[in-house]
């Protein structure tokens, strides 16, 4: 039997059967995917094969070669990974600039692992509703770089509804993960997106202005037909496959975003700004810190790339070298 998995709790996963049904699934054995050390070997989007068991419940026993995944590296000196999503057609990072903040070298990790699997990325700035003038100026100020550097921005409040029916029309029949920071908003998002869907949500913490982890497993949600019900919910989608207009998995917040196993040479094309001068560096194997001839020290000299993304670069490339225990971004 094979099936979708869409949620993820711990050693459970839900997957939904081609025929429509919910089955608790546990992975069967010593389950292991060649060349990825993962907290999760499955995540939600992977497509499986199952085999019920005698409590109704199932094993998976296989699993479908994936188009594509979001991974996430530790930021400790760990080897452990985690997939975020497998499968998914375009992920949403979710910023905030105030509460919490999202930091520029967090946005920078996540583009350039996006780009590393091939993932589109959308960047939607949420919380607009509570910046003040400065803050206002300053999101302005990002979402230039980015849109500059290629990357779609669009700047949302979940909780006014602002731009939110803009979200829904790039969501409509696509796979899309949901990203972010802890307390950035990304529940509430899919709350306003989907009426109905429910999903817990909590305030950030005054003291740290920061979230407080409060989504804790992936959860994967049908999206509606357009001209469709607009109330999908958890319990309702038995027929989701056939009915559903796209798919929005909602994740954990993540703290930090840890470097994968890239060669210096390959992280400047996941940097799509330094990628288009490094081509006119003088030797091919220019790791633009200090070498003559340096065609990206000049841009940057020249304010072609930006300040805070050539430091997100440097940070990935000491994370290579040293392999030392970073903080959370
Ligand atoms: N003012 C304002 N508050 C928002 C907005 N979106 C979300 N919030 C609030 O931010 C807090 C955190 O929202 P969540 O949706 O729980 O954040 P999350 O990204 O899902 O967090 P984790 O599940 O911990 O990763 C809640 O108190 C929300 O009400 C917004 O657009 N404006
Ligand atoms: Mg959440
Ligand atoms: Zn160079």
Redesign the pocket.
Known sequence: MKGLVIRNTGSWYTVKTDEGRQVDCKIKGNFRLKGIRSTNPVAVGDRVEIVPNNEGTAFITAIEERRNYIIRKSPNLSKQSHIIAANVDQAML?V?VN?PQTSTTFIDRFLASAEAYRVPVVMVF?????LDDDERRYQEMVIALYENIGYECRA?????GSGIDGLRELLAGKITV?S?????????????ILPGAN??????SDAHNT??????FSEMLPLPRAGGSPSATQDSNTDGNVHADGYII?????KGFGTFDIEPEELTGYFRDIFRFSKDCRFSNCTHRHEPGCAVLRALEEHYIAESRYQSYLSMLDDKDENKYREAF
């Open positions: 979710v905030t509460r949420n919380k607009t509703d509570i949302v409040s979940a909780a006014t949901l972010g920071n802890s307390g950035v908003g990304k529940s509430t998002l899919i709350n306003s999903l817990r949500t909590a305030e950030i979230g407080m982890h409060t989504t804790t909602d994740t954990p917040g993540i």
